[in-house]
């Protein structure tokens, strides 16, 4: 009964560097999700997809890369990291658009 | 989309109901409401969402006013787990994929 599952949980990156965060869920999800958490402040939508080969850009999407080439996955992909990027990712996927949205445990990040 | 606004916190005693106001005066007739928390920097767990009648689950109660511009969230007999920052949202429209608009909720306090 895994859910949503992102990798990692924790990751320290230096300015300049990439990554890719990893978002998986087994429950045949259409809708995938990426937000971020700032300290204190409520979650931000980066980037959103209603299926696969489908993406779209969030409130926030600068900085950020993603793709849907199959319907469990959804990587988010930051290319040259940066300060401001220090954040909490947390990845969200629904049945459809009228479904609850379910969450992962997140992957802290911060940026050096 | 429609705003949300909360009570920046509460407090309540463990075994009490715990009563969450949320107004969303800008609501439009399709638009759900929707209730999530979270605990301490977990991943948002949903508790409940509705649309214009009343709805219960095994959470938590959900109350909407027949003009729908507020609702209430009761935690009928709050435990100390019930601790936690409580989002009142109205899901955005197909333009952002349905994406959920976190503000900065109601941090909820039970205590002994």
């Known amino acids: 009964n895994a859910g949503v599952t992102q990798t990692p949980k924790f990751r320290i990156l230096k300015i300049g560097q990439s990554m890719t965060l990893q978002c998986t869920q087994d429950m045949n999800h259409n809708y995938m999700y990426w937000y971020r958490q700032d300290p204190g402040m409520g979650l931000k939508l980066i980037y959103y997809s209603v299926g696969a080969g489908i993406t779209d850009k969030g409130e926030v999407p600068n900085g950020y890369n993603v793709s849907r080439s199959t319907t469990e996955d959804f990587p988010l992909r930051l290319e040259l990291a940066a300060p401001s990027q220090t954040s909490v990712y947390f990845c969200?996927?629904?049945?459809?658009?009228?479904?609850?949205?379910?969450f992962g445990d997140g992957t802290r990040l911060s940026i050096l | 989309d429609a705003k949300t606004t909360q009570p920046p916190s509460m407090d309540c005693a463990e075994g009490r109901a715990a009563n969450l106001p949320c107004n969303h005066s800008?609501?439009?007739?399709?638009?759900?409401v929707y209730w999530y928390r979270q605990i301490h920097s977990q991943g948002p767990q949903y508790i409940i969402h509705g649309l214009k009648n009343n709805e219960t689950n095994e959470m938590a109660s959900l109350i909407i006013t027949e003009d729908r511009k507020s609702s209430t969230l009761i935690l009928p007999h709050a435990t100390l787990r019930d601790t936690a920052v409580y989002y009142c949202i109205v899901r955005g429209g197909a333009n952002s994929g349905y994406a959920l608009n976190f503000g900065k909720g109601t941090s909820l306090l039970v205590t002994p």
């Open positions: 969200a996927s629904s049945y459809n658009s009228n479904q609850p949205q379910h």
């Open positions: 800008t609501i439009s007739g399709n638009e759900y």
